[in-house]
């Protein structure tokens, strides 16, 4: 199974103002004034028929400034180490990068969303509308994270970017 | 940018019920009897550390199954025809899969999991804890999806399925 090998292609760009990896919020969450832009390739502007109708869209992208694997990281929002998979922390597998944005609204191939903590030109892989009816969860439990309160996690979060 | 070829390597593979594609529930809310087993490849064993914590987690997995793209597709939710991005449906440019699933128990590098919607033997490529601080989300607006009533999108989603 390790043998097979997977072969994406980039769907378009992200832009955002964030440059720089080590003042890039790191989620969604604490990018709340962070607008950007998603560049659709125009050869699949057709796909994104309808997509206007969704508040919040799922990004899925290729993190490519990452060069190396751990397996076990102290995350941002935390000061212990952790397994990658119990985190959202670059460094993984297959460095495949998820946020959950704001969708602003569509200028033909070109979507404005906002809670971008995406460095600026990311690859992008797929985009997803998100459903209340699918994901809309209110989880009991957020392992090691339910331990952070609410204004450290933000402050970790935000990292150095100031709005 | 198109040029750019982005090679992943599957983490694992997904274990479920589900042999037919035809007969298998499009979204984990529709497959909320479903159980099934994620097991990691055990050199990735390390990333698992503290996962146990989170009751959902992401799975993104390879829709191996899945050979040809179609921008405009009318989702198994719905009778109209709709951009590929609008939707969740398979036949994406980049076909990655994404599912939210309970996360019941682990036993080493087996995760046993609920509400699986994924084909049996499918390649893993990640996994992302879910927290309600990123993605807790009430989405006011789902696009196409808000003017399917709830019992039509139950018997759809669930499609051949039966508990």
Redesign the interface.
């Known amino acids: 199974?390790?043998k097979?090998?997977?072969?994406?292609?980039?769907?378009?760009?992200i832009h955002s103002t964030h440059t720089n990896p080590e003042k890039t919020p790191i989620?969604?969450?604490y990018a709340r004034d962070c607008v950007g832009k998603v560049e659709?390739?125009i050869q699949?502007l057709?796909?994104?028929?309808?997509?206007?109708?969704?508040?919040?869209i799922?990004l899925?992208y290729?993190l490519h400034r990452v060069h190396s694997v751990k397996?076990?990281v102290v995350p941002f929002l935390d000061t212990v180490e952790?397994?990658?998979?119990?985190?959202?922390a670059p460094s993984?597998?297959?460095p495949?990068g998820?946020s959950?944005v704001e969708l602003l609204r569509r200028e033909d191939n070109i979507l404005h969303v906002r809670g971008v903590d995406i460095l600026d030109g990311t690859?992008l892989?797929?985009?997803?509308?998100?459903?209340?009816?699918?994901?809309?969860?209110?989880?009991?439990?957020?392992?090691?994270?339910?331990a952070i309160d609410q204004s450290t996690?933000e402050e970790r979060g935000r990292r150095k970017f100031k709005s």
Chains 1, 2 share one sequence.
């Open positions: 199974m390790n097979m090998i997977i072969d994406y292609r980039p769907i378009g760009i989620q969604p969450v659709i390739d699949y057709p796909g994104l028929k309808d997509i206007d109708g969704f508040s919040y799922y899925l290729h397996l076990t952790r397994g990658v998979f119990a985190t959202r993984r597998p297959n495949i998820l959950l690859p892989l797929d985009i997803k509308p998100y459903s209340s009816r699918f994901e809309g969860i209110e989880s009991k439990r957020n392992g090691w994270q339910d996690a």
